[in-house]
């Protein structure tokens, strides 16, 4: 037959507490670590575009220095279909650099855990009675009385 909470004794209420505790602190890290990988997986994304936007670039590069070379040999139009090309790469670098900054602006931070953590301190803390305020404006007495 179970006890009502007037019949219980301190002992099975303490261990009732500690096992509330328990669980509760293992959700939270639990939480912790389904946002955590959440945010990891979108730095992920967004290193991976910023690192395709840099190869891009570096294609522009290459590309940019045959156009230019080839303008200043030829004087003819070969050196336009290769402006075309890097400037092509160039758009490509400058859309996956745009995208991965849209990525990186969505980042959560963790805020439920953090909101959920500050709970339990308050829970676990009530009242703390605020300690007295130290003034600057006065010395500190020493044990001889000066």
Excluded: N
Aim: proline content about 5%; aromatic content about 8%; charged content about 25%.
């Amino acid at each position: 037959m179970p006890q009502t909470p007037e019949e219980e004794s301190l002992g099975s209420l303490v261990a009732q507490a500690s096992q509330h505790i328990s669980t509760l602190v293992r959700s939270e890290i639990e939480l912790a670590k389904a946002e955590f990988k959440f945010d990891a997986k979108r730095v992920g994304t967004a290193g991976g575009l910023f690192a395709a936007a840099a190869f891009m670039a570096h294609l522009c590069l290459i590309l940019a220095s045959f156009t230019i070379g080839f303008l200043l040999a030829e004087w003819m139009r070969v050196w336009l279909a290769f402006l075309i090309v890097t400037v092509f790469y160039l758009l490509v670098a400058g859309l996956l650099v745009f995208i991965g900054m849209r990525r990186l602006k969505g980042l959560a931070g963790m805020k439920r855990t953090a909101r959920s953590i500050k709970g339990l301190k308050e829970i676990a803390r009530p009242e703390e009675p605020a300690l007295p305020e130290v003034r600057p404006d006065r010395e500190p007495v020493t044990r001889d009385g000066s």
